[in-house]
C-alpha cells in the first residue's frame, strides 16, 4: 500500500523543480504558463504569481483534458512551457506529476509561494 510519501516521490522523478531565482527569470521574460494550483482560499489570503492561472489541484486532470469540454481550459497546451506553484511544493509536484501522465512532457515544479515571494517574485492579488 502506497502513503503520501509514495506519491511524492514518484512525483518528485519525475517533474523536475526550478528554484524560485530561475523561474523569476522565465516568467520576467515571458516565458512560460504559469498555474497556481491552490485552492482560491489560500490565494485570497497570500495572493499569488502575476499573471498565474489559478486551477486548484483537484482540477487539473479536467481543465487539461479536452475531451471533457465542459470543463477544458485550452491555456493547456501538450507543448507549453508550465510552471506549478503551491503552499510549499508538493500539490505542485503532484499535480505535475498529474500532467505528465496526461501527456504534457514540460511541466516544473516551481514550488511554494513563500518562496517566490521571499525571492522577490512579482505578485498580485
Excluded at 499535480?95 to 515571494?117: A, E, Q, R
Amino acid at each position: 500500500m502506497k502513503n503520501a510519501q509514495d506519491y511524492l516521490d514518484e512525483a518528485n522523478a519525475v517533474v523536475p523543480k526550478m528554484d524560485a531565482k530561475d523561474a523569476i527569470a522565465k516568467h520576467a521574460e515571458g516565458k512560460g504558463l504559469f498555474i497556481d494550483v491552490r485552492d482560491s482560499s489560500d490565494i485570497a489570503q497570500s495572493g499569488t504569481i502575476e499573471g498565474a492561472h489559478r486551477v486548484p489541484r483537484g482540477m487539473i486532470e479536467f481543465r487539461a483534458d479536452p475531451k471533457v469540454e465542459s470543463l477544458y481550459n485550452p491555456i493547456f497546451e501538450k507543448e507549453a512551457e508550465i510552471y506549478l506553484i503551491c503552499g510549499a511544493g508538493g500539490q505542485a509536484a503532484l499535480s505535475g506529476k498529474t500532467l505528465h501522465d496526461m501527456g504534457y512532457s514540460n511541466v516544473t515544479n516551481i514550488g511554494g509561494f513563500p518562496g517566490w515571494k521571499d525571492a522577490g517574485g512579482p505578485t498580485e492579488a
